[in-house]
């Protein structure tokens, strides 16, 4: 069983930046494919970024092309999710989600672990 923790939001003006961290337990980055979602208010959970385990080219959603980038630190088995150039509408609950093994995926339900979120707010 894995468990990941969010940290990292928070308010800020547009055209600023954040970096989200998911913390991955049992030291497991190694085997895991991590993904970032979000979900704005009245909206479906969405696709943002996602690593795989096995070093392939991470993949983004096309709105965020250029000014996100997921990473990751295997000493400290975290992932992070830099944001910059932040707007208005990047405004949501982020969530970092997990799957053993598996390829990057844009399908929530190809992941099995889940955090608990954290909210990130772009005023303009």
């Known amino acids: 069983q894995l468990q990941l923790v969010e940290s990292g939001g928070g308010l800020v003006q547009a055209g600023g930046s954040l970096r989200l961290s998911c913390a991955v337990s049992?030291?497991?980055?190694?085997?895991?494919?991590v993904a970032w979602f979000r979900q704005a208010p009245g909206k479906e959970r969405e696709f943002v970024a996602a690593?795989?385990?096995?070093?392939?080219?991470?993949d983004y959603v096309d709105s965020v092309k250029g000014r996100f980038a997921i990473s990751r630190e295997y000493a400290k088995n975290t992932v992070y999710l830099q944001m910059n150039n932040l707007k208005p509408d990047d405004t949501a609950i982020y969530y970092c989600?997990?799957?053993?093994?598996?390829?990057?995926?844009?399908?929530?339900?190809?992941?099995?672990?889940w955090g608990q979120g954290t909210q990130v707010t772009v005023s303009s």
């Open positions: 989600a997990a799957d053993q093994y598996g390829p990057t995926s844009r399908q929530r339900d190809r992941y099995e672990y």
């Open positions: 049992r030291r497991a980055l190694s085997t895991v494919t």
């Open positions: 690593i795989s385990w096995n070093r392939v080219t991470p």
